[in-house]
């Protein structure tokens, strides 16, 4: 079941106000969607405030629940202000992917979510998703089939690595293929 409740966070404070430490506190406990503007100060930068919690709230996937602070993730707040934009990319990029069935796409998308988290390393990719290393390769291969894009190219890798955002950020997913992904490791140490 997605979550149906969103807030939007406004900070007022003093010049230099770090908002991290409580963000981190938050973190633990949210049970919904948050997006957190930048500090302000003057009550008359307070609709820019409230632009920028919004932008950081779609920087929150809609079927899921966490805290975004505005400007954290300059690529995801692009996508989250152009949403039309970021929907032809996704498209455009991960078409013929999408179209395969569930099980397929989640598969690849996953591989290709953990392959960006682990920078590029097939031995970490391999050992955050638990398969073979040729099997990171074999997937990464079936994606440039699909898509005509390899993660090999540097330009090829970036519009991949924006579209698969673009795809969480909209939601372009079924169920068990949008689970993977979820599931896919942001960070491999």
């Known amino acids: 079941m997605a979550p149906t409740t969103k807030y939007l966070g406004l900070l007022a404070g003093s010049p230099g106000t770090d908002v991290v430490e409580a963000l981190q506190l938050m973190a633990g406990s949210v049970q919904s969607r948050i997006g957190v503007s930048l500090p302000f100060v003057l009550l008359e930068n307070a609709q820019t405030a409230v632009t920028q919690a919004l932008l950081a709230l779609r920087c ?31 498209d455009r990029a991960l078409g013929t992917l999408l179209k395969l069935d569930e099980d397929d796409a989640g598969v690849l998308l996953e591989t290709l979510q953990t392959w960006f988290a682990a920078d590029g390393s097939t031995v970490a990719c391999a050992q955050a998703l638990h398969c073979h290393r040729n099997t990171v390769l074999h997937r990464l291969g079936r994606i440039a089939e699909l898509t005509g894009k390899s993660v090999m190219k540097p330009q090829d890798a970036a519009e991949l690595f924006v579209a698969l955002r673009a795809l969480l950020l909209t939601s372009g997913l079924g169920p068990l293929a949008r689970r993977k992904l979820a599931a896919a490791p942001n960070d491999v140490a």
């Open 60 to 90: 929150v996937p809609p079927t899921s629940t966490g805290i975004h602070a505005y400007g954290s993730a300059p690529i995801d707040t692009m996508l989250a202000a152009q949403p039309r934009y970021a929907a032809e990319l996704r």
